[in-house]
């Protein structure tokens, strides 16, 4: 059964779709679409070849679900990730690294977060004070340890 043209109106051409359950070639379960000779079909996104192909139907385009308009983000360095807010990051895996090495994406505009900079500041001051205070008891005890000379 062919895609009826309401439902092909639905696809969005930049989309990163998602197919819950679907582990596809490198547990992604990330697909982008195409259409050939009048049919569309998902590709899994560690293949372009149709070999690894699911042709669209009315019956199976609901299972497919949008999760990202490649138009509506920029990719970034995974170091940096986690320094914006949960709702203007995304992870996916879209090529032969699978999830374990997934591409790091955020919404275009999108700058770090100010609440999860001030989060690490202070994580990173109490660590700081948390090792002045070690050392200060290690530099007091050093001349009563016998472990040195």
């Not at 992604?28 to 699911?54: A, C, F, K, P, V």
């Not at 992870?91 to 700058?111: E, L, Q």
Request: glycine content about 6%.
């Amino acid at each position: 059964m062919k895609l009826s043209q309401e439902n092909i109106d639905k696809l969005v051409s930049t989309g990163l779709y998602y197919k819950d359950g679907e582990q596809g070639h490198c547990r992604n379960g990330t697909y982008t679409w195409r259409e050939y000779e009048g049919r569309y079909y998902m590709l899994d996104t560690y293949w372009t070849s149709d070999r690894h192909s699911i042709e669209l139907t009315d019956e199976n385009l609901e299972s497919f679900q949008m999760v990202m308009d490649f138009d509506k983000v920029n990719s970034i360095d995974s170091c940096f990730f986690f320094d914006y807010a949960e709702d203007k990051r995304f992870k996916f895996g879209v090529d032969s690294g699978g999830w374990t090495y997934g591409k790091c994406f955020i919404v275009k505009g999108a700058k770090p977060s100010r609440d999860i900079k001030r989060l690490h500041l202070i994580d990173s001051i109490e660590s700081a004070k948390r090792k002045i205070e070690n050392e200060t008891r290690e530099l007091e005890t050093l001349d009563s340890s016998e472990y040195y000379e």
